[in-house]
């Protein structure tokens, strides 16, 4: 305990460092528009608006972070130190479903706020206004096409990232569902109403086609600059797109054309390593940074295509791995499992329950947009899914190599289409644990292949109350079943009142 308490005083600074994450560049805070004193006048005020990065790249999704079953969070560990949830917190109404009450709750993924501009609304009202203004400034036709075919590729994106969270799969039973408000244009006079699933998609698929016009490699001047629209980067984001719609010719095609253009992988045996980070004793892999305002090692990060993490919030919302994500690993020769599996965190605070955490760039921070080992997947997945299972296996068989210790355990075997799918899974999930794997579920569940089923994903907690973790009493079981309606996340309910009427909630 003497050491816990050392350890804890250390690293004070540093927690608070972390929570109080701000974005790196303030220029922009006050977006140029016709109501402010910063009317658009050039078009490099125009770039500028796509060129802050920090405004785009962070995806604070709870149901990414913790909907699924590669989040666990033990009783024990709770028992040991309910520091990490005091009450039911946005982050423990997620994991458990508890979405009466979720909904009551603000949330930075859907809109952001004035502090916080990584909501994915507040990134399509900066590519609405990028095309809303294209052509009344002056510019060359390159740029504006470029910042054009930029603009539609954050706007299908993040639109994407709303449908895949906030509305039920798509499919041809479920097409007539309520989708998500498509936004157009930056004026609030704009229809809230959700419209289909149907008329959601081929809004995403539209803006999909005219960023596909997108002419800016990722190389540049000998440099990947994956913070902003690239081709590649497209290329990957649309395999992404085409794999969820169960469409394996077109992810194939485009995984395909993203490697053709960049295929460079991190081998773990001899570019990743591990460092006493924070000078606490603990080790960290190499690509953490403490500070999360420190970009250098993100940025350096050489498989990115472009630049998204996955972010949780608050430094005490940690990427806790479920036991049965844990076990999917070869702890003895995979450097994934060596390297991201941070031992020793639980002692920053105070808590004598040793379990491990998911760490990557930072405390919060795990890429989540499309690279290149995701392309590998989506391409052996694919072919698999097309008949060619011995291609396929080989294709995974590329990645592995560089994330495992030599040895005759690298090299995967199938011997039918069916192993091989579920070889390919499961090193997905080793490759991408919590930044893809709500996606995942939704659409293994809703595909063609009855094999790939996930039944249902299982919590065991206390019982909770909108104000209350009822800890004295024994605890329960959790289930999301295997076609609930709660793969659809709630709708906070201060945007349906904003709504006036033209939104509506969720039915569960």
Same mark, same amino acid.
């Given at each position: 305990?003497?050491?816990?308490?050392?350890?804890?005083?250390?690293i004070?600074?540093i927690?608070?460092? *972390?929570?109080?994450f701000?974005?790196?560049?303030?220029?922009?805070?006050?977006?140029?528009?016709?109501?402010?004193r910063?009317?658009?006048?050039?078009?490099?005020?125009?770039?500028?608006?796509?060129? @802050?990065y920090t405004?785009?790249?962070?995806?604070p999704?709870k149901?990414?972070?913790?909907?699924h079953d590669?989040?666990?969070f033990?009783?024990?560990?709770?028992?040991a130190?309910?520091?990490?949830f005091?009450?039911?917190?946005?982050?423990l109404?997620?994991y458990?479903?508890?979405?009466?009450?979720l909904?009551?709750?603000?949330?930075?993924f859907?809109?952001?706020?004035?502090?916080?501009k990584?909501?994915e609304?507040?990134? *399509?009202?900066?590519?609405?206004m990028?095309?809303s203004?294209?052509?009344?400034?002056?510019?060359s036709?390159?740029d504006?096409?470029?910042?054009?075919?930029e603009?539609?590729?954050?706007?299908?994106?993040s639109h994407?990232?709303?449908?895949?969270t906030?509305?039920?799969?798509?499919?041809?039973?479920?097409k007539?569902?309520?989708?998500?408000p498509?936004?157009?244009?930056?004026s609030?006079?704009?229809?809230?109403?959700?419209?289909?699933?149907?008329d959601t998609y081929k809004?995403i698929?539209?803006d999909?086609?005219?960023a596909l @016009?997108c002419k800016?490699?990722? *190389?540049?001047?000998g440099k990947?600059?994956?913070w902003r629209?690239?081709t590649?980067?497209?290329n990957?984001?649309?395999?992404?797109?085409?794999l969820n719609?169960n469409?394996?010719?077109?992810?194939?095609?485009?995984a395909?054309d993203?490697l053709?253009?960049?295929s460079t992988? /991190?081998d773990?045996?001899t570019?990743m390593?591990?460092e006493?980070?924070?000078?606490i004793?603990?080790?960290?892999p190499?690509?953490?940074?403490?500070?999360?305002?420190?970009y250098?090692?993100?940025?350096?990060?050489?498989?990115?295509?472009?630049?998204?993490?996955?972010?949780?919030t608050?430094v005490?919302?940690?990427?806790?791995?479920?036991?049965?994500?844990q076990?999917?690993?070869d702890?003895?020769?995979d450097?994934?499992? @060596?390297?991201?599996?941070?031992e020793g /965190?639980?002692?920053m605070?105070?808590?004598?329950?040793?379990y491990?955490v998911?760490?990557?760039?930072?405390m919060?921070?795990?890429p989540?947009?499309?690279?290149?080992a995701?392309?590998y997947?989506?391409?052996?997945?694919?072919?698999?899914?097309l008949?060619?299972?011995?291609?396929? *296996?080989?294709t995974?068989?590329?990645?592995?190599?560089k994330?495992? /210790?030599?040895?005759?355990?690298?090299?995967?075997?199938?011997?039918?289409?069916?192993?091989?799918?579920?070889?390919?899974?499961e090193?997905r999930?080793r490759?991408m644990?919590f930044?893809?794997?709500?996606?995942?579920l939704?659409?293994?569940?809703?595909?063609?292949?009855?094999?790939?089923?996930?039944a249902?994903?299982t919590?065991?907690?206390?019982?909770i109350?909108?104000?209350?973790?009822?800890?004295?009493e024994?605890p329960?079981i959790?289930?999301l079943?295997?076609?609930?309606?709660?793969?659809?996340f709630?709708i906070r309910?201060?945007e349906?009142?904003l709504?006036n009427?033209?939104?509506?909630q969720?039915?569960?």
């Amino acid at each position: 305990m003497k050491k816990a308490i050392e350890i804890s005083r250390k690293i004070a600074s540093i927690i608070c460092g *972390i929570i109080l994450f701000t974005a790196c560049d303030d220029f922009l805070d006050e977006l140029p528009s016709k109501s402010t004193r910063l009317p658009v006048s050039t078009i490099e005020q125009l770039d500028a608006i796509l060129a @802050k990065y920090t405004d785009f790249c962070e995806e604070p999704n709870k149901a990414a972070l913790c909907g699924h079953d590669d989040y666990g969070f033990p009783v024990a560990l709770y028992d040991a130190q309910p520091m990490f949830f005091p009450g039911p917190t946005q982050i423990l109404q997620s994991y458990l479903w508890d979405y009466e009450n979720l909904a009551n709750g603000s949330d930075v993924f859907w809109g952001g706020d004035g502090y916080n501009k990584s909501g994915e609304y507040s990134k *399509i009202f900066r590519a609405n206004m990028v095309l809303s203004c294209l052509n009344d400034v002056e510019g060359s036709n390159e740029d504006k096409a470029r910042l054009k075919a930029e603009a539609h590729f954050i706007r299908a994106y993040s639109h994407w990232n709303l449908v895949n969270t906030y509305s039920l799969p798509y499919t041809d039973a479920t097409k007539t569902e309520p989708g998500i408000p498509l936004k157009r244009s930056t004026s609030f006079e704009e229809s809230a109403g959700r419209g289909t699933l149907e008329d959601t998609y081929k809004f995403i698929e539209s803006d999909l086609q005219e960023a596909l @016009k997108c002419k800016t490699t990722l *190389i540049q001047d000998g440099k990947c600059k994956h913070w902003r629209a690239n081709t590649a980067g497209i290329n990957g984001f649309m395999a992404r797109y085409y794999l969820n719609r169960n469409d394996y010719t077109n992810a194939l095609k485009h995984a395909n054309d993203a490697l053709t253009e960049y295929s460079t992988l /991190v081998d773990y045996n001899t570019e990743m390593g591990e460092e006493d980070s924070m000078g606490i004793g603990i080790n960290f892999p190499t690509t953490f940074e403490w500070d999360a305002n420190i970009y250098t090692k993100r940025i350096e990060w050489k498989e990115t295509l472009y630049m998204k993490f996955l972010y949780s919030t608050n430094v005490s919302t940690l990427f806790f791995p479920s036991e049965d994500l844990q076990d999917l690993y070869d702890t003895e020769h995979d450097l994934r499992y @060596k390297y991201h599996f941070t031992e020793g /965190v639980m002692d920053m605070y105070l808590c004598d329950y040793p379990y491990p955490v998911y760490t990557f760039f930072s405390m919060n921070h795990i890429p989540s947009g499309p690279t290149t080992a995701e392309m590998y997947l989506i391409k052996a997945e694919s072919q698999a899914r097309l008949g060619d299972y011995t291609q396929a *296996i080989e294709t995974v068989n590329t990645l592995r190599a560089k994330r495992m /210790v030599p040895g005759k355990w690298v090299k995967l075997q199938a011997n039918n289409q069916t192993e091989a799918i579920r070889q390919i899974l499961e090193e997905r999930r080793r490759e991408m644990p919590f930044s893809q794997r709500w996606f995942d579920l939704r659409r293994l569940n809703n595909n063609e292949d009855p094999n790939d089923d996930i039944a249902d994903v299982t919590r065991t907690f206390y019982r909770i109350s909108s104000t209350a973790i009822y800890d004295k009493e024994e605890p329960i079981i959790y289930t999301l079943k295997k076609n609930s309606r709660k793969y659809a996340f709630p709708i906070r309910e201060n945007e349906i009142e904003l709504s006036n009427g033209a939104m509506q909630q969720n039915i569960y």
